[in-house]
């Protein structure tokens, strides 16, 4: 897709995002800190609650990434890695939505991740991507079948109240932008075998945390 900044129309995200890594609980690197072993890899899962580009809707569709870099996020430019699965519900025109919004080419919050960040991308493609959601936020999951799962339950201990959440605002290095309200979790799966991308671990990191974009701005 060819849009130019004076083409790109007004649009709007807002939804789930969630992750799970190799990290220890809670991972560093959303403290804008270097990851708990110096490395990182993980999934990282968006689901579009509500949405549209332009004239476009966008609601209740899934992008899924795997990727993995050194360092600290946030300070340093260091090597990363990553392959995108785009849900292949999405028709022609919302693919090239999905494209524009989450490549940063649209603006917002994604194209100041994606020029911080500057992945080496290992590969694309369009495949059916499984998210679900607890409405009370105890639990997450995503799956490309075959490829990719991501699971967890809520973070919880002896002192948290029956039924709460453990959660942070204002966090330093917010992964889907400032404002956003982070509840964290634990891994119950973190398996990936796409794209040179091979691992399987759980008990590790994972946080849930809303995104809400508006752009091309």
């Known amino acids: 897709m060819t849009e130019t ?9 807002a939804g789930d995002w969630f992750d799970t890594c190799k990290c220890n609980i809670p991972c560093p690197c959303s403290f804008a800190q270097p990851p708990t072993y110096g490395d990182c890899e993980g999934v990282l899962a968006w689901h579009i609650r509500s949405g549209s580009y332009g004239d476009v809707p966008l609601d209740g569709l899934n992008v899924l990434m795997v990727a993995s870099f050194v360092g600290n996020l946030w300070a340093e ?14 028709d022609d025109v919302q693919r090239q939505a999905l494209q524009m919004i989450f490549g940063g080419q649209a603006g917002s919050w994604p194209a100041e991740l994606v020029s911080m960040l ?51 605002t204002n966090l330093p290095g917010c992964e889907t ?37 508006t752009g091309p701005g």
Do not use: C, N
């Not at 900044?5 to 995200?13: A, F, L, Q, S």
């Not at 430019?77 to 999405?90: I, L, W």
């Open 177 to 213: 932008g400032p404002g956003q309200l982070a509840t964290w979790g634990r891994s119950t799966a973190d398996r990936a075998d796409a794209y040179g991308f091979r691992w399987s671990r759980e008990g590790q990191s994972s946080k849930h945390i809303t995104f809400d974009w």
């Open 77 to 90: 430019h260091s090597d990363a890695y990553g392959a995108v699965f785009v849900d292949e519900r999405a």
């Open 118 to 168: 500057g992945p080496e991308m290992r590969g694309m493609e369009f495949a059916p991507i499984e998210v679900e959601v607890d409405d009370d936020l105890g639990s997450w999951r995503a799956r490309v079948p075959g490829r990719v799962e991501a699971s967890a339950e809520a973070l919880s201990g002896p002192t948290t109240p029956e039924g709460a959440r453990v959660q942070t």
């Open 5 to 13: 900044t004076e083409t790109i129309p007004r649009w709007h995200v």
